[in-house]
């Protein structure tokens, strides 16, 4: 466990780092643009690195069950997850939804966490996806803050790209559930 809260930490801490905009600067300053994405990169990796390999350790483990789901949660996460794939693709798609949703990629990070936090109850995964849900909630608030102080850029742009971002995050959601999911974490969602 503790390598998956080290991981956290680190992936998170560097995410969070980005949220403090004037020691930001300072930082990006004194390094210098190369080698400050370089740093940010090697240490966000390494977090999440260090993230699969500790909960795939607390899994083998045996995790501490806190509480167990009803089988129903496990539908609403499948659920809840079906729009974080249309959210992932319009964050790079300019349209509509990445109007409305503002940050699209924050919304879907936040309905992931809180869709697996619904559908499992070890410690580990509380951990994990209540980590990551509390980093989403506060890094929009924290955009929020900085959009109200500088303003926010346009982002609307054609109805095709909303149309291409609904149809590739159908595509990624059934892929994910029929063959990612099982693959890569080893529990099958259907």
Same mark, same amino acid.
């Given at each position: 466990?503790?390598?998956? *809260?080290?991981?956290?930490?680190? #992936?998170?801490?560097?995410?969070?780092?980005?949220?403090?905009?004037?020691?930001?600067?300072?930082?990006?300053?004194?390094? &210098?643009?190369?080698? #400050?994405?370089?740093?940010?990169?090697?240490?966000?990796?390494? %977090?999440? !690195?260090?993230? *699969?390999? &500790?909960?795939?350790?607390?899994?083998?483990?045996?995790? !501490?069950?806190?509480?167990?789901?009803?089988?129903?949660?496990?539908? @609403?996460?499948?659920?809840?997850?079906? =729009?974080? #794939? !249309?959210?992932?693709?319009?964050?790079?798609?300019?349209?509509?939804?990445?109007? !409305?949703?503002?940050? =699209?990629?924050?919304?879907?990070?936040?309905?992931?966490?809180?869709?697996?936090?619904?559908?499992?109850?070890?410690?580990?995964?509380?951990?994990?996806?209540?980590? #990551?849900?509390?980093?989403?909630?506060?890094?929009?608030?924290? @955009?929020?803050?900085?959009?109200? *102080?500088? %303003?926010?850029?346009?982002?609307?742009?054609?109805?095709?790209?909303?149309? @291409?971002? *609904?149809?590739?995050?159908?595509?990624?959601?059934?892929?994910?559930?029929?063959?990612?999911?099982?693959?890569?974490?080893?529990?099958?969602?259907?």
């Amino acid at each position: 466990m503790l390598v998956l *809260v080290l991981g956290l930490a680190i #992936f998170l801490g560097t995410h969070l780092f980005t949220t403090q905009r004037r020691l930001r600067a300072t930082v990006l300053e004194s390094m &210098g643009e190369g080698p #400050f994405k370089l740093a940010y990169s090697v240490l966000s990796l390494l %977090g999440l !690195v260090l993230i *699969v390999v &500790g909960y795939g350790q607390a899994r083998e483990a045996g995790s !501490v069950e806190v509480w167990t789901p009803p089988s129903t949660l496990r539908h @609403l996460a499948l659920l809840l997850n079906l =729009p974080i #794939f !249309v959210l992932i693709a319009a964050a790079y798609l300019p349209g509509r939804i990445k109007e !409305v949703t503002k940050h =699209p990629m924050l919304l879907a990070v936040k309905l992931w966490a809180l869709a697996h936090l619904l559908a499992n109850g070890d410690l580990a995964s509380i951990l994990l996806f209540g980590s #990551f849900l509390a980093w989403a909630v506060l890094a929009r608030i924290s @955009l929020k803050k900085r959009e109200a *102080v500088e %303003g926010r850029p346009e982002r609307s742009g054609p109805a095709r790209n909303d149309a @291409l971002a *609904v149809a590739i995050g159908l595509v990624l959601y059934a892929v994910t559930i029929t063959w990612l999911h099982p693959l890569l974490i080893g529990v099958p969602v259907v």
